[in-house]
């Protein structure tokens, strides 16, 4: 089983509409985040969260939101879905001493139309 | 905020060439991590460089970081077709070190 993964893989949905990303872990780590990964534009934060009662906003969280309902889980809500929200969308883990990288989810391709 | 810059963008090799691509901060950076990210798949954590002037080799490919930890280098030596990605370099926030910023990253074309 992969370290993170995330459901679905793929999501097609209408505007408007409120979709949720999930993401699990067992890798056993506090900290959890959520990218988005556009053409030209890298990753970027949406949201990240250090342990289950700490949520905070990243650079893009307009229009998102998240729940931490456990530490290995960590969802992605898009509250009414809109087409410039089509991206590639990625959950990702690290562990809490920052010795080692990111481990990364397969990823959510999101198209909203 | 704080970004880091990459370039090139694109860079297509000859198979058996050098490719370099570069990682720039207007800061001081703590550390630097580098990541891959094969076509259709996810980022995959390389390395991380944390002293000044550090030099790290994982077998055909180099990790610099610069001696101010303001820049940072990833050099594949004779390139392969396994090689094809987009290699991206991550450097943390100002006063976060466990949020990054993620640079464009650096798309390889390797021709056979």
């Known amino acids: 089983d992969a370290d993170v993964t995330q459901t679905p893989r793929n999501r097609i949905t209408k505007t408007g509409k409120r979709i949720m990303l999930e993401c699990s872990q067992t890798?056993?780590?506090?900290?959890m985040y959520w990218y988005r990964q556009d053409p030209g534009l890298g990753l970027r934060l949406i949201y990240y969260?250090?342990?289950?009662?700490?949520?905070n906003k990243g650079e893009i969280s307009d229009g998102y939101s998240v729940s931490r309902q456990a530490q290995a889980k960590f969802s992605l809500s898009l509250e009414s879905a809109i087409p410039n929200q089509t991206a590639l969308y990625f959950c990702?883990?690290?562990?809490?001493?920052?010795?080692?990288?990111?481990?990364f989810g397969s990823g959510t391709r999101l198209t909203v139309v | 905020g704080q970004q880091v810059m990459q370039i090139p963008q694109y860079q297509h090799v000859q198979e058996g060439e050098d490719f370099t691509t570069y990682c720039n901060s207007s800061?001081?950076?703590?550390?630097i991590q580098w990541y891959k990210q094969r076509p259709g798949g996810h980022p995959v954590f390389l390395i991380q460089?944390?002293?000044?002037?550090e030099v790290k080799k994982q077998k055909r490919l180099t990790f610099q970081f610069g001696e101010a930890k303001k820049n940072s280098s990833l050099h594949i030596t004779a390139t392969q077709t396994t090689d094809v990605g987009t290699y991206f370099c991550?450097?943390?926030?100002?006063?976060?070190?466990?949020?990054?910023?993620f640079g464009i990253g650096t798309k390889l074309q390797v021709i056979p």
């Open positions: 990702a883990t690290r562990d809490d001493r920052g010795i080692d990288g990111y481990t």
């Open positions: 890798k056993g780590h506090d900290r």
């Open positions: 969260s250090f342990d289950v009662k700490d949520i």
């Open positions: 800061t001081t950076l703590s550390n």
């Open positions: 460089l944390v002293k000044s002037g």
């Open positions: 991550a450097g943390p926030y100002s006063g976060g070190y466990q949020k990054v910023t």
